[in-house]
Nanobody
Framework: QERLVESGGGLVQPGGSLRLSCAASGDIFRFYAMGWYRQAPGKQRELVAVIYSGGSTNHADSVKGRFTISRDNAKKTVYLQMNSLKPEDTAVYYC???????WGQGTQVTVSS
């Protein structure tokens, strides 16, 4: 059964950078699109970025030009490089296997001075 483990979150000042990682177990990783989502307190979970099995990507308008999703199929890992972070990026970030009911436990990102 697939399992996802996120890492890389933390506290960063506005304008700073973080790189999130999501490591998958099992054998289906390379066949599926992978998404990064986030949920801020009192708000619904929202899609941040998705990367398809062939490598094409889509990013939410709110993060375009600042965040970049990527994947390494050999390592069964998906990444989210986050630059120029803003306080409104503060949330718990989750990775997800698109089309499957598999979520990670989440990693907290806090952007504050």
């Amino acid at each position: 059964q697939e399992r996802l483990v996120e890492s890389g979150g933390g506290l960063v000042q506005p304008g700073g950078s973080l790189r999130l990682s999501c490591a998958a177990s099992g054998d289906i990783f390379r066949f599926y699109a992978m998404g990064w989502y986030r949920q801020a307190p009192g708000k619904q979970r929202e899609l941040v970025a998705v990367i398809y099995s062939g490598g094409s990507t889509n990013h939410a308008d709110s993060v375009k030009g600042r965040f970049t999703i990527s994947r390494d199929n050999a390592k069964k890992t998906v990444y989210l490089q986050m630059n120029s972070l803003k306080p409104e990026d503060t949330a718990v970030y989750y990775c997800h296997i698109e089309g499957r009911s598999v979520w990670g436990q989440g990693t907290q990102v806090t952007v504050s001075s």
